[in-house]
């Protein structure tokens, strides 16, 4: 498969040029990290260099601690008004340059340009706008005291008020940069933190041009500092770092836990966003127009590098047949060809690597007995695309059914009790999201109710609003980003009691 990339606009070529070339660490307010240690960034399309960025360690997340943690008193003093206005102002910004920031990630991270033009930009401004309005809204309570200590006939009064956790550690993955990073700067800076963002390694750039949107809307110097690197330097000696007082992550399970091992020495507040295999279960009575494509575009939406893919299907057995082909002739219709191209509807996996990951879970099944119904191939010049793949004849202990594959991948097995899939769906490490494809209404209350999982979809899936908590139960973690409930993440509760 030969190719081409499509000639970039003027306005990338010129942020590449300026942050391309090694000045990548955003550190009280000043862009460095030229003529330091880099490392590269590829077009994973291609396998070909897009721009050198500064492998930030230690020293360089030192400093952007410290630049965090000096302007914190002076952000957390801001009026909510204000903050508001600096959040509205940059999700304003993004708007305007959202052709860029589409291009800047197809180019980083692969995916077909529409995924980020027309879903994932537009949900990271949502993210600005939504959490603009909740700086605004951010209240305590007072609270009628039961203390009988009256001394001199005085009386008690008590109330609590909301404070922001202090220097935000966000840590970030690969397959949705700019989003995933919007839902954690957002809420921080509504709720008066100040952040050192690590970007993923594969996929910083769309984090830089942000970083340079957020200083043009009026973020000040230090309250928002941006450290590139790898996980195993940058990434945990920000999460180890004894000044930062809360992470709040994205990215595996496996991660995650090494993150809560690094956090203990400060006993840091840690939020954790992680890995999902999230279950579809298709009822007899479902809507096929809805289901055969909804269910085919849970799993190969981004190349399923989407932490809610739908990438287990339960189907029942008598539609079984007709879904399976339904979503088979989808996945054989899909364009596949270079994101920047507008025709391409499936791009490559992020890395070489991760295709490789994808390619040796489907040979594990196959040679435990699976068999694939479509795809199942890696091809492309680099090594980094993975046919639309749908695997049947599993069995519930196979690798492919238990753990992430995190790419175009669909598990399929079939059922015909309502109960037992019930209790298959939720035999998992992961609780993170669900879906239900049913027209009845008392199914779609039960399985929502029954279902371990922190969102659960009818009829949809993959179906995201900046005024909905998403996040997961069991392994795929705790806390919430998106909605009010993110806001709880960087914020503490203060009592305070009166004699007056
Ligand atoms: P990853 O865990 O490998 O990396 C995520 C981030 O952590 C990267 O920035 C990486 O550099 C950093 N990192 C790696 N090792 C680290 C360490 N020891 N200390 C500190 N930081 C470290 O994840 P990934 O492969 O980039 O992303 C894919 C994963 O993210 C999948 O499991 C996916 O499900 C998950 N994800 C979850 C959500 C969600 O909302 N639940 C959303 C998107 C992705």
Known sequence: MALVRPPLSPAVTEFLARRGRGSGLLIDGQWSGEGGESFATLDPALGEEIGVLPRGGAAEIDAAVDAARRALAGWKATTPLNRAKILWAAADLIEAHI????????????????VGRWAEIPGAINQFRFFAGQAMAIEGQVIESSIDYQPAGRKMATWTKREPVGVVGAIVPWNSPLVLTAMKLAPALAAGCTIVLKP?????????????????????????????????????????????????????????????????????RVSLELGGKSPMIVMPDADLELAIPGVANAIFFNGGQVCVAGSRLYVHAAIRDELL????????????????????????????????????????AKAAGASVLTGGERFGDAGTFVQPTVVADVTPDMAIVREEVFGPVLVAQSFDDADAVIAAAN?????????????????????????EAGTVWINCHLMYDAALPIGGIKQSGHGRDSGRA???????????????
Request: charged share 20%; hydrophobic share 45%; glycine share 10%.
């Open 325 to 364: 082909e339904g979503v088979a002739k989808y996945a054989r219709g899909l364009t596949a060809g270079h994101g920047l191209d507008p025709a391409t509807q499936m791009g490559p996996l992020v890395s070489r690597l991760q295709a490789e990951r994808v390619e040796s879970f489907v040979a594990g």
């Open 99 to 114: 052709d860029e920031l589409a291009e800047i990630e197809t180019l980083d991270q692969g995916k077909p340009l529409f």
């Open 486 to 500: 993110a806001l709880d993440n960087y914020l503490e509760w203060k009592t305070v009691c009166a004699v007056v």
């Open 427 to 451: 035999d998992s490490d992961y609780g993170l999201a669900a879906s239900v494809w049913t027209q009845s209404l008392s199914h779609a209350h039960r399985m929502a109710d029954a279902l």
């Open 200 to 268: 993923a390694e594969n996929t910083s750039l769309s984090a830089l041009r942000l970083g340079e949107l957020l200083m043009q809307a009026g973020v000040p110097a230090g309250v928002l500092n941006i450290v590139t690197g790898l996980g195993g330097e940058a990434g945990a000696a920000l999460a180890a770092h004894p000044k930062v007082d809360k992470i709040a992550f994205t990215g595996s399970t496996q991660t995650g836990r090494a993150i809560i091992d690094a956090a203990k020495g400060n006993l840091k």
